[in-house]
Structure formats: structure tokens, C-alpha cells
């Protein structure tokens, strides 16, 4: 399906019956990456899998800002008229998800972020050298957006009043100490490090998100 949200096309895919639950993806990736997790989710929410500007089907753009990604999530909230839905976002869709609890409070009905960065030196230096060396590679600006973004502040994080979920994984490419940060700055908030995991291999194409969603939220109501 395609809905038109802050000036951009927006293609996503909807599954299941319940309360709402938006499932936001990664750099580089689209909506794909939640297939089993979406199935999982399914029997519990009407789920929500979009892929975010110049990302899989969705319109293409020349520069990307998570403040237009957040954006555009409000307008896809509003266009479809979600009461109240659960928020997940996974790496950028994380740092979407803290934006948009930031600039809209009364949104959502809670928030789960995995691999969520503050600002670029939330990156290891490792992984931060090697996404700086495929910019040069990669034309579009999905690189370059995190040499440059986000700049979340303790004052944003503050203003979160829904109850959040912080997850990484423990060998994960954002260091730990700003996942931490992030889930003692956040009122109401809980962490979860996953044991011998990375960035992303308990999340695309694996159930184990979904469990953990399943644990915290599966059965609270709006």
C-alpha cells in the first residue's frame, strides 16, 4: 500500500488485527527485515511495516534528516487515524521513534527503540570509519546522515513520557554506555542488552524482537 505523508510518498504493508503497533527500519534496509517478527506480532496488533523516505518503495529524496523521518511518521500516524499505537524503531527508526516521542507526547502509547544512537559519536570508532569510507561509495545521503545526525539532548530525552523499552545488543556497533544513557535519561524507561548479540541479528529476520515486544507490551492495553 502507498499513502502520501509530508510531501512524499510512502509505501508500506499492514498485517494482522489489535491495537496498533509501527515497526520502522534501519539504515539501508526496508520493511523486509520485519517479516517473521511482523507474522509473530500479528496475532497481538495490526501491524505496521513502512519503508522510511528513499528506502525501499518509498519516494525517493536527495538529503535525508530524522527530523523529516519523524515527521513523516506523525502524518502516517494521522493520515491513518492509529489511536494511540506502539512505536519500534530499529537503529534509525530508533532515533526516529525518540524524535517523534520528543516532538509529539501524546502520540503513542509506549516506545521500543533497539541500537538507537544520541549523536555520531554514539558509533564505535571501527564501524563509524568504515560507514565514513562507503560514503564515499554509496551516492545517495544514507551514509552520510550519520556523520552528521542525529543531536538528541538529555532535555529531549526528558520530555519522553511514554513508557519505554531500550535494547542493543551487547556487541553491539553503538557503544553501550550511550544505550544506557539513553535508558537512564528517559523517564519511565527499561533496558535490555542482549547476550551475544550485535546491532542487528536478533531483529532482522529473527523472532527474538518480537518475543521481547511480545513480553513487555503484548498484553497491556491502550
Given at each position: 500500500m502507498e499513502i502520501a505523508v509530508n510531501g512524499i510518498k510512502i509505501y508500506y504493508e499492514k498485517m494482522g488485527q489489535g491495537r496498533p503497533l509501527i515497526m520502522s527500519h534501519c539504515n539501508s534496509m526496508d520493511h523486509r527485515i520485519f517479516k517473521k517478527s511482523a507474522a509473530m506480532l500479528s496475532s497481538r496488533f495490526t501491524v505496521?511495516?513502512?519503508?522510511?523516505?528513499?528506502?525501499g518503495k518509498s519516494e525517493k529524496v536527495k538529503t535525508l534528516h530524522y527530523e523529516d523521518m519523524?515527521?513523516?511518521m506523525y502524518c502516517f500516524i494521522t493520515e491513518l487515524k492509529l489511536e494511540k499505537p506502539v512505536f519500534y524503531g530499529f537503529s534509525d527508526g530508533g532515533i526516529t521513534g525518540l524524535i517523534l516521542a520528543t516532538a509529539h507526547p501524546d502520540l503513542l502509547s509506549a516506545l521500543i527503540v533497539s541500537g538507537a544512537s544520541l549523536n555520531p559519536d554514539s558509533t564505535k570508532p571501527l564501524p563509524m570509519k568504515f560507514f565514513r569510507l562507503w560514503s564515499h561509495i554509496d551516492r545517495s545521503d544514507k551514509m552520510r546522515i550519520m556523520m552528521r545526525e542525529p543531536s538528541i539532548t538529555d532535555e529531549m530525552l526528558k520530555s519522553i513520557t511514554v513508557p519505554t523499552?531500550?535494547?542493543a545488543g551487547e556487541k553491539d556497533v553503538i557503544k553501550q554506555s550511550h544505550t544506557e544513557h539513553i535508558a537512564e535519561v528517559i523517564p519511565d524507561s527499561h533496558l535490555k542488552i542482549f547476550k551475544g548479540e550485535g546491532h542487528s541479528g536478533y531483529i532482522m529476520n529473527s523472532t527474538a524482537i518480537a518475543e521481547y515486544i511480545l513480553s513487555v507490551i503484548g498484553d497491556v492495553r491502550i
Open positions: 505496521y511495516t513502512p519503508d522510511t523516505r528513499d528506502h519523524a515527521e513523516d523499552y531500550v535494547t
